[in-house]
């Protein structure tokens, strides 16, 4: 795909706006309240990042004063094995791969978030069964699709609900995975509960069909989410500590806006992180997806929940909130929502394509349109090749070779390339 500006978008310049108003972060002073949002990449080499990623958060960490929000971070093998291009960082050497990452970050005066993340019943299991793992999620056989369950079968790795003992063991892995990041030289740990992982697994009826303290009602089925998360509190520190809800999101087959009751479950959830606040144990933030992007696998506009709002956080959680969801060409909405209480904005699929995207915002310059077919290529392609506005506006697009597009997001995990 050869490089162009975004057709039939107007940018603003929001330099004047609340975008660009310094913002705290559990213990971190941000510069601005553009922040990059968690993206899968799979661009990862046996499970460790390598240079391509240190080059990629490089870029995107120039403007000072930035918060990365690395892209999902296996916490272990046993909690949803993933192929070998997805990163982990349950091992010392996974560890020292990623010291280079947030160490460049940290040189260009930005700070970063690992997101800790548990494939649940999302593995494929064809991995793991060449691993000798279990694929597992909140219950027995309540598989995510007629596909995934064909595949179960066939490689004799039948979906298990993870058992009390288990799920004691799980929270020791995430509590590892946070350490670990910390060693790693993270700032802080965002924890992924949203787009039907496996803590949204435990969350949503549609995935959770348990009998026990883990299942059945709002309360239990919040229970795991909340015990991972005052366990990272109690290791780390509650300023270390953000999590992220997906409450309209379909992907993973949940219930998002489909069941209007749901949100009942993420009111609860967010309730009883208040009260932690009250007690002292305050976390970084809550980071909600939009209504706009309810299903991370559609292009921008072609699924949307146009009446929805995430606005009910605001009377129930006093503290910092990130929203992510197609901010960049809704740049009113953005000015907008960052006039309410503490809010950052996370940008995804346009910082793929402008590195220097907080520069953009704040000058009210054009966007590079992305390359969706490139979004999960295991190559420097669509990757760490897209350039600044000054070097646009120097040297003019880059010439590169015209490529097929690359495979889908399911697609490539399950290739593993």
């Known amino acids: 795909m050869s490089m162009n500006f975004r057709e039939g978008f107007e940018p603003v310049a929001l330099k004047d706006t609340n975008v660009f108003k310094p913002i705290k972060v559990g213990n971190i002073e941000l510069k601005h309240r553009v922040a990059l949002a968690p993206l899968t990449r799979l661009r990862n ?9 240190v ?6 960490s120039k403007y000072p004063g930035t918060l990365i929000i690395t892209e999902g971070t296996l916490i272990s093998p046993e909690y949803g094995s993933g192929p070998p291009n997805v990163p982990e960082i349950s091992t ?4 020292e791969a990623w010291k280079p990452i947030h160490d460049k970050i940290h040189e260009n005066g930005s700070y970063s978030f690992q997101q800790l993340w548990a494939l649940g019943r999302q593995s494929y299991p064809q991995i793991l069964k060449q691993r000798g793992l279990q694929f597992i999620s909140a219950s027995d056989g309540v598989y995510m699709d007629e596909e995934t ?6 490689f004799g790795t039948p979906l298990h609900g993870l058992t009390k003992d288990e799920i004691k063991e799980c929270v020791e892995h995430y509590v590892r ?12 740990v965002e924890l992924h509960s949203g787009n039907g992982y496996l803590l949204n697994q435990f969350i949503d009826p549609m995935s959770n069909k348990r009998t026990d303290e883990y299942g ?7 229970r795991l989410t909340l015990e991972v998360l005052d366990a990272l509190i109690e290791a780390i520190g509650p300023d270390k500590v953000g999590i992220r809800f997906s409450p309209w999101g379909t992907f993973g087959n949940m219930t998002g806006h489909k069941d209007p009751t749901i949100f009942a479950q993420y009111a609860y959830l967010i309730a009883e992180i208040e009260n932690r606040a009250r007690k002292g144990k305050k976390i970084a933030y809550i980071h909600l997806i939009e209504p706009r992007v309810p299903d991370m696998s559609y292009a921008e506009g072609e699924y949307t929940v146009p009446t929805g709002s995430n606005d009910f956080i605001y009377s129930i959680w006093n503290g910092t909130v990130i929203r992510a969801g197609d901010y960049a060409l809704h740049p009113k909405q953005a000015k907008i929502d960052t006039e309410k209480h503490e809010t950052l904005l996370a940008y995804g699929r346009m910082f793929i394509s402008n590195p220097d995207l907080p520069k953009r915002l704040y000058e009210g310059q054009k966007l590079t349109q992305y390359g969706r077919g490139h979004f999960h290529s295991a190559e ?9 506005y000054e070097e646009i506006e120097k040297n003019g697009f880059p010439q590169r070779e015209k490529k097929e597009d690359g495979p889908g997001y399911t697609e490539a995990l399950k290739a593993g390339k």
Not at 177 to 188: E, F, R, V
Not at 216 to 222: D, H, K, Q, T, V
Not at 380 to 388: L, Q, V
């Open 55 to 60: 080059e990629y958060y490089d870029q995107r």
């Open 177 to 188: 995975a946070a350490k670990n990041s910390l060693k790693s030289g993270a700032d802080g």
């Open 380 to 388: 420097p392609y669509g990757y760490i090749d897209y350039p600044t």
């Open 149 to 154: 369950e064909k595949a179960a079968k066939e």
């Open 92 to 95: 010392d050497e996974q560890v």
């Open 45 to 53: 080499t046996n499970n460790l990042p390598g240079q391509w990623s």
């Open 216 to 222: 059945g009602s709002i309360e239990n089925r919040a």
